[in-house]
């Protein structure tokens, strides 16, 4: 299997749509495409997946050791013709302005993959060289082996474009991509719209194809791409085979308001003998039959309180779950559905009660950045002194808090700055963090056996949820 690495010069130079627009040609074309993405995002893999028809993977050098995205990779691209890695933000940005850490930049060279680098044209002429060059030379190790002019205005414009690289850098154009408005995706508060929200419909995905077949040159792109990664990766991770049916059920919350989740989490829980299933806690009435465990991920309830809140239904079917003592993980938006309000532009919309938590949404970014995380109480996920590590990014707070427990005790790397976090009550345990489970393995085996525990133990309802009071 071949492979390369799709990156930018910065954020918001398009290569998101472009490597979009290139797994949908080269799926045209009849190949199998195994889509990646660099980093923490869990938006833009979900339009990669789309148009893929294959869950993208985050691979990511702060979270995970070299170790363990390769075993990620190694997994997920069995049966794949090619493996096309989305990088983030800038080729050389990372979480450090002294080091590679957390880079695309890094990511290509541990996976021997070649650089294919976009670049935003409407702006500049011969300039352009000038940029391209100092990323050519910026890291003699990583090999930039083509480039894509983005939003470039007409023929004339690419001309120039062309003739000042050409006389400057030897790095071959793979093609150029004009100002194409019907290929935008639209942007909000946490990043790209969310492929549940805007499903690409056929005639887009076909869209994307033509661009890329008509103004880049596909048989070279796949040319450039090399199979040298494949000596870096280790033989396939063995997984004891489960003798008998999974274990375990749990339900996991998939719509419109509930959709930011790590695929390999996901995986390691089948391992340890989950059976997964969704439901939406946006429209339906009741949790899936014979539901063991909740896993409640992040997403935008914010968008969606109303709907959310006017499903009483699936409310009190949540608050009885809770009450009876079965396992629930919920992550950031999870975590807000289960507070007790969520204010949204002022208006304040009733959630689930399960914790005592008012969250207010607010216009700038709160916490962002990856976080250590020590477990300083038992919890669903481990006992007191299990480490792992996630990611934090949310535009909401928490407006007041009434009697809680704190399972985490949180480092944010790039802040420095540590706080209790976690909230666990009975055995549930909420957070604005997503941990990624490859940071620590056991942690998919403590949800099973927490679950497993659950089934086995009779537990005495709560009388009641924390009130409103103090919260």
């Keep these: 299997m071949k492979g390369f690495l799709i990156a930018g010069t910065a954020s918001g130079v398009g290569k998101?749509?472009?490597?979009?627009?290139?797994?949908?040609?080269?799926?045209?074309?009849?190949?199998?495409?195994?889509?990646?993405?660099?980093?923490?995002?869990?938006?833009?893999?979900?339009?990669?997946?789309?148009i893929c028809g294959r869950k993208c993977r985050n691979l990511d050098t702060v979270m995970l050791s070299a170790e363990e995205n390769l075993a990620s990779l190694r997994r997920s691209a069995e049966g794949a013709d090619i493996a096309v890695v989305e990088g983030m933000m800038g080729l050389f940005d990372g979480?450090?302005?002294?080091?590679?850490?957390?880079?695309?930049?890094?990511?290509?060279?541990?996976?021997?993959?070649?650089?294919?680098?976009?670049?935003?044209?409407?702006?500049?002429?011969?300039?352009?060289a000038a940029t391209?060059?100092?990323?050519?030379?910026?890291?003699?190790?990583?090999?930039?082996?083509?480039?894509?002019l983005n939003r470039v205005a007409g023929e004339g414009h690419?001309?120039?474009?062309?003739?000042?690289i050409q006389g400057s850098v030897e790095v071959p154009i793979l093609g150029w991509i004009p100002r194409e408005s019907a290929l935008s995706i639209p942007e909000r508060h946490l990043g790209l719209h969310d492929a549940n929200e805007r499903a690409w419909s056929q005639a887009e995905i076909a869209l994307l194809a033509d661009v890329a077949e008509k103004h880049l040159d596909l048989n070279r792109l796949v040319a450039i791409a090399t199979s040298n990664f494949e000596d870096a990766l280790p033989a396939m991770e063995t997984l004891t085979p489960l003798s008998a049916a999974p274990?375990?059920?749990?339900?996991?919350?998939?719509?419109?308001?509930f959709s930011f989740y790590y695929e390999d989490n996901f995986d390691l829980l089948r391992d340890c003998g989950a059976e997964l299933i969704e439901f939406s806690p946006m429209h339906d009435e009741r949790l899936p039959d014979g539901t063991d465990a909740l896993y409640i991920g992040g997403g935008y309830p914010e968008l969606h309180a109303e709907t959310l809140s006017e499903n009483r239904s699936m409310i009190t079917a949540m608050q009885q779950f809770c009450a009876a003592g079965k396992p629930v993980y919920a992550e950031c938006g999870g975590m807000m559905y289960l507070g007790q309000e969520i204010i949204v532009e002022g208006k304040t919309f009733s959630m689930a009660g399960v914790l005592p938590l008012r969250i207010e949404m607010s216009p700038r970014l709160?916490?962002?950045?990856?976080?250590?995380?020590?477990?300083?109480?038992?919890?669903?996920?481990?006992?007191?002194?299990?480490?792992?590590?996630?990611?934090?990014?949310?535009?909401?707070?928490?407006?007041?808090?009434?009697?809680?427990?704190?399972?985490?005790?949180?480092?944010?790397?790039?802040?420095?700055?540590?706080?209790?976090?976690?909230?666990?009550?009975?055995?549930?345990?909420?957070?604005?963090?997503?941990?990624?489970?490859?940071?620590?393995?056991?942690?998919?085996?403590?949800?099973?056996?927490?679950?497993?525990?659950?089934?086995?133990?009779?537990?005495e309802p709560m009388l009641s949820f924390p009130s409103k009071q103090g919260a």
């Design 16 to 50: 998101t749509t472009i490597t979009l627009a290139i797994e949908a040609a080269l799926r045209q074309r009849g190949m199998t495409v195994q889509p990646y993405k660099c980093g923490p995002d869990y938006l833009d893999t979900a339009h990669h997946s789309m």
């Design 95 to 128: 979480i450090s302005g002294a080091s590679e850490l957390g880079s695309s930049a890094q990511i290509a060279k541990m996976l021997r993959l070649p650089v294919v680098l976009v670049m935003d044209a409407s702006s500049c002429s011969r300039s352009i």
């Design 132 to 148: 391209l060059l100092g990323f050519a030379k910026f890291d003699k190790e990583l090999s930039i082996s083509a480039v894509i």
């Design 158 to 164: 690419y001309k120039m474009l062309a003739e000042a």
């Design 247 to 257: 274990r375990v059920r749990i339900a996991v919350a998939r719509d419109a308001a």
């Design 366 to 459: 709160v916490k962002f950045g990856y976080v250590n995380i020590h477990f300083e109480h038992d919890c669903v996920l481990g006992r007191a002194g299990t480490e792992a590590m996630g990611h934090s990014f949310h535009y909401s707070r928490i407006e007041s808090i009434g009697m809680v427990d704190h399972a985490y005790l949180l480092k944010y790397i790039r802040a420095g700055r540590s706080e209790h976090e976690g909230f666990a009550t009975q055995n549930v345990l909420a957070s604005y963090v997503h941990i990624h489970f490859r940071t620590n393995r056991q942690l998919a085996q403590n949800f099973v056996d927490a679950t497993l525990a659950a089934k086995k133990k009779s537990f």
